[in-house]
């Protein structure tokens, strides 16, 4: 390499650690799925969440303590676009659309993923905006290879979002992760083609799009230190996954049962 390797691929069995993390962090999701459901808190489902990693998963809620994060996923509802603080006091309603982030950690390594539900009745302005979401991780996972660049990532992300006339967050992006929660590289969900780092095999990455309904501008509430809003209320969306790259294509670590994504 004639270039700095600032960004390390994983060894094989590092590789092996994070398909294990992937898939509990996977797990995690689909466990907690029939509970999302009009009436129930935030708060509830960060508990059945906890619990369930740690009793019966053996794993480590990697956002208890995070910072100060003061809760083990993260819940972002309506117009929350993610880092969204469960609460006891904050029950899902007919029509909200709400992620569930869950990150944990077993044998060191991580796995982090999250997905939407729409909760009760749905509304066709919510589920166009969550399907173009999902859209946009899938079609930047298609893409990936050794070879492609970080810029071509986030240029099919922001071309499928605006084409839609939605917008991209930029604040808030995908990263690397391994035994770091949050690692480099930045992962952004816009930019430019053929720019950017170049992917090798092994390199492990989050991409995790941001996709708001209206404007991209987002807002940090100041007195909780953590949940970003839209800065106009309006909705948004978001969908992640962890994945490696391979010699071919990518391989989804944190691929649920149910949703087919998993190529070699
Ligand atoms: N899971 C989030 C991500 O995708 C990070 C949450 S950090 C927390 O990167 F502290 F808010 F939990
Ligand atoms: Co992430
Ligand atoms: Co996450």
């Not at 060894?11 to 999302?36: D, F, N, Q, S, Y």
């Not at 910072?67 to 006891?88: A, E, L, M, R, Y």
Request: glycine share 8%; with cysteine.
């Amino acid at each position: 390499m004639n270039v700095p390797q600032m960004v390390k691929p994983k060894t094989l069995e590092e590789i092996e650690k994070m398909r294990i993390a992937g898939r509990l962090a996977a797990e995690v999701l689909e466990m907690i799925t029939p509970h999302v459901q009009v009436g129930v808190s935030t708060g509830e489902l960060d508990k059945i969440c906890h619990d369930y990693m740690v009793n019966i998963q053996k794993t480590t809620p990697a956002p208890l303590n995070y910072h100060g994060f003061p809760k083990s996923i993260c819940t972002s509802v309506n117009q929350v676009i993610c880092h969204g603080i469960p609460s006891d006091t904050k029950q899902l309603k007919d029509s909200d659309i709400v992620n569930v982030d869950v990150t944990i950690i077993k044998d060191d390594y991580h796995g982090d993923t999250s997905q939407m539900f729409i909760v009760g009745t749905p509304q066709q302005h919510a589920v166009k905006l969550v399907e173009t979401s999902r859209e946009c991780l899938y079609k930047a996972i298609d893409i990936i290879k050794p070879g492609i660049r970080l810029g071509d990532i986030g240029h099919i992300i922001q071309k499928h979002a605006e084409s839609n006339h939605y917008s991209v967050v930029r604040e808030y992006c995908g990263h690397g992760i391994g035994r770091t929660f949050h690692e480099e590289p930045q992962v952004l969900h816009y930019g430019t083609p053929g720019t950017g780092l170049k992917l090798q095999e092994g390199m492990t990455f989050t991409i995790e799009p941001m996709i708001n309904l209206g404007k991209r501008h987002t807002k940090l509430n100041k007195k909780d230190g953590w949940t970003v809003t839209t800065k106009d209320g309006r909705l948004s969306a978001q969908w992640e996954h962890t994945i490696v790259v391979t010699k071919n294509g990518c391989e989804v670590l944190t691929a649920r049962q149910n949703e087919h994504y998993f190529r070699g």
